[in-house]
């Protein structure tokens, strides 16, 4: 009776926390018999109280088998409906190099199939880095966005030297001019002319040519692909349906003057679940719905199907990490007598900056410990820099974590999804560390990379030692 009883404790409490879910990115993850957070890989199982132990806080935990079952289930998905639809073109994954640069995430999604798009000069100089170890097949594509100065150029055409297929996408006219003599595939972004439900829907857009332009600008030398990228956080299906469609037909307008224009690159914005409260777009039926549409609309336009590149960055990078924070304290709000502050050794400018991206990041926290807590404590989480701003209440709302008890020595924090953009986008206010980086894989748990020092961040503002 007592185990049963307990199971069916341990089913509740998982429930109560929104662990196992598949839609919310959380199938991984579970609470053990002492209410403590572990996350399963196969039949291996990593508490992340051992990670605290070892390690300390504030720790960012990367799971690359989260990462790497996804890269491969999507290229499934898409290579399986592109069959059974009898699609002829081709599906290609690029991984957003800008959504997570650490070696430790870019290496895995490559070995399970991933080419790449870099937004710069350095993340291109990293995959030149990889070509010169023999990190990789030459036979990897590697599409490149952002503002083309004249060394990201040259690096593009260093690498096209080497046998890369590399292809540079243009934004606008000078880059058109400067990349004439390009001897390599070229790819035209797009600022469609529409509007889709998500967060990036600015009615002045300075990314791409717009439509009217497009329309003009006749041949292009080696003109293979046209890029769009609508939006990000994209929660909706109809938002990735009608862009593609529209990018059918500017395709097939194109493809007048440039017969070997042959890709269709429908850019990042895949949505991720951050705030585990409702279901969002299932992708199998998205890809279902993508591979229909672009068959039936080319089609209709008498247009080879165009082979189909994905650049979703954060679906892939920020659900197969988390960020564990000491709570430090409690504090009483005042005139808000139901709710308390928890003070996190960590910061919502600093490691969570999302928080005030204009996409608004929501997290879900739970604990790393006492999840099986008797009591709930409505709370506000304030962060440790010295700024006002910096907390988290749920716009206003709260965030319900285990109440402090006098036996409770510690208690830990997590924040899920936090893989993508995060690490690039904190900072060192008030020189807080940046956090330390721990990989679990394969049963081991690796310290790869160590939490700021005092000594290095005083080093970064030209303290060295020698006082002059
Ligand atoms: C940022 C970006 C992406 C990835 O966006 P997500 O919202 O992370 O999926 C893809 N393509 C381009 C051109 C981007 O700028």
Redesign the pocket.
């Known amino acids: 009776m007592a185990n049963k009883k307990t199971k069916k404790q341990s089913k509740n409490l998982k429930k109560f926390w929104k662990l196992g879910e598949d839609e919310f990115n959380t199938q991984y993850f579970d609470v053990n018999a002492n209410g403590e957070l572990v996350v399963k890989e196969g039949y291996y199982q990593y508490n992340i109280m051992d990670i605290v132990k070892r390690y300390g806080t504030v720790t960012e935990v990367f799971f690359p088998f989260i990462l790497e079952n996804r890269v491969r289930d999507l290229i499934e998905l898409f290579n399986a409906y592109i069959k059974i639809l009898n699609y002829k073109g081709k599906f290609y994954y690029h991984y957003?190099m800008?959504?997570n640069q650490s070696r430790e995430f870019v290496l895995p999604a490559i070995a399970e199939g991933a080419h790449i798009?870099v937004?710069s000069a350095n993340e291109l100089s990293l995959v030149k880095k990889m070509l010169e170890q023999d990190k990789f097949n030459r036979k990897i594509r590697v599409t490149c966005?952002g503002p083309k100065t004249d060394q990201y150029i040259s690096l593009i055409e260093e690498l096209r030297g080497k046998g890369l297929l590399i292809i540079p996408i243009i934004e606008n006219s000078g880059e058109l001019e400067r990349l004439k003599k390009f001897k390599g595939e070229v790819g035209l972004r797009v600022n469609l002319d529409l509007k889709v439900d998500a967060h990036w829907d600015k009615k002045y857009n300075h990314f791409g040519f717009d439509e009217d332009e497009l329309a003009k600008i006749g041949k292009v030398r080696n003109l293979s692909m046209l890029h769009y990228?609508i939006s990000?956080?994209n929660e909706k299906i109809e938002g990735f349906i009608k862009p593609l469609k529209r990018a059918i037909e500017l395709y097939a307008k194109l493809k007048q003057h440039n017969p070997n224009l042959d890709t269709i690159n429908f850019?990042?914005?895949?949505a991720v679940p951050y705030e585990k409260r409702k279901k969002l777009i299932s992708v199998k039926n998205l890809v279902n719905q993508m591979i229909k549409v672009a068959k039936k609309e080319s089609d209709k336009l008498g247009v080879k199907h165009p082979n189909l590149v994905c650049?979703?960055?954060?679906?892939f990078t920020a659900p197969s990490q988390i960020t564990i924070f000491k709570i430090l304290g409690e504090k009483a709000i005042f005139k808000k007598a139901d709710t308390k502050w928890y003070f996190i050794d960590g910061s919502f400018i600093s490691h969570l900056t999302d928080t005030w991206s204009p996409v608004h990041h929501k997290w879900h926290f739970v604990t790393a410990n006492h999840l099986n807590a008797r009591r709930l404590q409505k709370v506000w989480l304030a962060g440790s820099t010295c700024d006002s701003d910096d907390r988290y209440t749920s716009s206003g709302n709260y965030v319900l974590l285990p109440k402090f008890t006098e036996e409770m020595t510690d208690l830990y924090l997590v924040a899920f999804d936090t893989g993508?953009y995060q690490y690039t986008l904190g900072n060192n206010h008030c020189l807080l560390s940046k956090p330390a980086l721990v990989v679990c894989q394969n049963g081991a748990v690796k310290l790869s990379r160590k939490r700021q020092t005092a000594e290095e961040i005083g080093k970064l503002f030209g303290w060295n030692g020698e006082h002059k």
């Not at 650049?311 to 679906?315: A, D, I, L, M, R």
């Open positions: 957003v800008k959504s798009e937004s966005n990228h990000t956080q850019g990042g914005g895949m650049e979703w960055g954060s679906y993508s």
